[in-house]
């Protein structure tokens, strides 16, 4: 027999809304009083209430309670968003860290194993240790033929082209000097190893041909080697052509803020000729004169670390990792992890194709024995057991399976966001905004450049990183994850490329088409008032491949759609060259003779636009959707 009044029912209670409480009842909803930690607390992302209240001695329930207060309707259970963590960690005053789920456990497992090694090196180990040198330059300026001469000025080797094994860098002696070479010239790798973190380079070198003088590579690599604070030394190149005029290179050098110590500045500039072998003795006693000043050490004692510069899967040698040496000496034998990446070195191979038993400092080797490629651009480190290498690398693997994606070394690093610049002065900061400005023309940089300096003030300063004229490329992204730099671009627009790695590596890229909302935006960050974003999506682009004229239609773009979707009547860009030349909206669109709707990537179609007719073949017709994103 059933317990109590089976024709009986409990009376249902009915469920109150928020606003229907009174002040004194609220409080009930809100988080307990207890002490939150004093100290920074790592969450990992995609936490649950049940995860995240703990961590800040609350329960799951204040947190699922507090976000309903909030207008968010969450389980115990339900991954948490970025925005909520940030929320309830502000209203309890506390300070939080978030980071890539597994991330915290790679950490810890970091710290059980290599605590012994964070520790300062003894300075009595200290030596002195080669300089690592990076060759940059405009595309033809001779950096190639630069790195031929002097591996061929190699009086280890004693011959001309006595390297065998490509590593990714060599290295030579001149008068005794050790000298390390990264033979993968242009600021493009520079700046994606030091997007990953790494700090490798000590000296760059510039090359500018003496003919051609300054071009627009070579404004770009000056402003990446500025961005990694580090010496550089100009070679004018190519000064046995009639047409060379070395002084209009140092002239237009000095504009660009590298004053030759012969004017009264700082910067070493050496007259060469890659092609006549003339003056590269010069060049390398300079590079000896500046790592003697920049008094270069290292400790070639315990266990190495340092950077994997190349990695790929050779048949017959497995997985085979070039790397350069900061600390301590690496051996044949040595437990190893880079990355994903662990193992055990089962030989060392120099520049030579030569196997050797040890590589000290600054020596640039191949390492055999890794159980898959690592990433360019990852750390290197011996571990004390290969059970502990492999540890670690299992757990990065798991953490980067489970973000989706190998983030880079220095992701951590992503790029400044204007919202951030409030955060700064409300802590009585001076507050540095890293600039990457890109336009469409050069008397639209200037005009911009100098509206901007204008907002600066005393608490907040302006850093242009880089200045450019042209559409927003993937090395602009590199640059300002990089340097921490805000991306911002009038009448230019993201190649599709730059658009995927700024949102994998959380950099800002704000594209502006009138100059005043570019102003306002910078001025009420400055500010922190500013407006709602309106995210732009990206539906569709199609390259232009050949030209219809139609009698009463005009002009008919015959493309092939690249990606998404074009979808008739969708609001549209037109880009030459990343510059944005029109916007409007497809009129028409169609597949063979019929009328289409839409039409997916891979297929051809006819576009029709609004309005326009300077198609020409290589143009890009880019379609989109803007949202409107609320501030929180």
Avoid at 54 to 69: C, Q, T
Avoid at 411 to 420: I, P, T, V, W
Avoid at 492 to 518: C, G, H, Q
Avoid at 519 to 527: F, N, R, T, V
């Amino acid at each position: 027999m059933g317990r109590g009044r089976p024709n009986q029912r409990r009376p249902r209670r009915r469920r109150r809304n928020l606003e229907e409480l009174e002040p004194t009842q609220l409080t009930a909803y809100m988080p307990s009083t207890a002490p939150v930690p004093d100290s920074e607390v790592i969450i990992e992302r995609g936490s649950t209430a049940r995860d995240l209240g703990p961590k800040l001695n609350r329960s799951a329930g204040d947190v699922i309670r507090f976000l309903l207060l909030q207008g968010e309707m969450v389980t115990a259970t339900q991954s948490l968003t970025d925005d909520m963590i940030d929320l309830f960690a502000a209203e309890l005053g506390a300070e939080v860290r978030l980071v890539d789920p597994g991330e915290e456990r790679e950490a810890e497992l970091l710290a059980k194993f290599f605590d012994d090694e964070d520790e300062d090196v003894d300075e009595a180990d200290l030596r002195p240790r080669p300089p690592v040198v990076t060759v940059m330059g405009h595309v033809d300026h001779g950096k190639t033929l630069l790195l031929d001469r002097i591996r061929s000025a190699n009086v280890v080797s004693g011959e001309a082209g006595g390297i065998t094994q490509h590593i990714g860098a060599y290295q030579v002696v001149w008068n005794d000097h050790p000298i390390t070479f990264i033979d993968t010239p242009g600021h493009e790798a520079f700046t994606a190893m030091r997007a990953r973190g790494a700090e490798l380079t000590d000296i760059v070198v510039l090359v500018v041909a003496a003919d051609d003088g300054v071009m627009p590579q070579t404004i770009e690599a000056i402003d990446h080697a500025k961005a990694a604070d580090v010496p550089i030394i100009v070679a004018v190149n190519k000064i046995d052509r009639e047409e060379a005029d070395p002084t209009r290179v140092l002239q237009q050098l000095s504009e660009h803020g590298l004053v030759p110590e012969a004017w009264g500045g700082d910067t070493i500039a050496v007259e060469i000729s890659a092609l006549q072998n003339l003056g590269i003795e010069d060049l390398l006693e300079q590079i000896v004169l500046v790592a003697e000043v920049e008094e270069l050490v290292a400790s070639p004692e315990g266990r190495a670390r340092g950077v994997v510069i190349e990695a790929e899967l050779e048949v017959g040698r497995g997985p085979v990792a070039s790397v350069i040496v900061e600390q301590g000496t690496l051996r044949v034998g040595d437990p190893i992890v880079a990355g994903a990446a662990w193992g055990k070195v089962k030989a060392l191979v120099d520049e030579h194709g030569d196997q050797i038993k040890e590589a000290p400092p600054s020596t640039p080797v191949q390492v055999l024995g890794f159980s898959e490629p690592p990433e360019p651009g990852d750390d290197f480190r011996v571990a004390p057991e290969q059970a502990q290498a492999r540890t670690i690398g299992e757990a990065r693997a798991h953490r980067y399976r489970v973000a989706g994606h190998v983030p880079a070394a220095g992701s951590a690093l992503g790029g400044a966001k204007l919202e951030d610049l409030f955060e700064q002065i409300q802590r009585g900061e001076t507050a540095t905004l890293n600039l990457i400005l890109k336009t469409d023309v050069r008397g639209s940089l200037e005009a911009v450049t100098e509206s901007l300096r204008k907002l600066e003030r005393d608490d907040v300063k302006l850093s242009f990183v880089h200045r450019g004229v042209g559409g927003i490329s993937e090395y602009d992204v590199q640059l300002a994850q990089a340097s921490s730099a805000t991306i911002i671009g009038f009448n230019v627009r993201p190649d599709r490329r730059a658009r995927e790695l700024a949102m994998k590596s959380r950099v800002e890229i704000r594209t502006y088409e009138i100059i005043y909302k570019l102003l306002e935006d910078i001025e009420a960050a400055m500010l922190g008032m500013l407006a709602p974003v309106y995210e732009e999506v990206i539906t569709g682009e199609a390259e232009v491949r050949q030209i219809f004229r139609v009698p009463k239609l005009g002009a008919i773009a015959g493309c092939q759609v690249r990606d998404g979707v074009i979808t008739r009547g969708s609001k549209v860009r037109f880009l030459r060259e990343g510059v944005v030349i029109w916007k409007g909206s497809i009129t028409s669109l169609r597949r063979f003779k019929d009328d289409a709707k839409e039409v997916q990537a891979g297929f051809e179609c006819g576009i029709g636009l609004s309005d326009y007719q300077d198609l020409k073949d290589g143009d890009i017709i880019e379609t989109y959707d803007e949202r409107e994103i609320p501030r929180t």
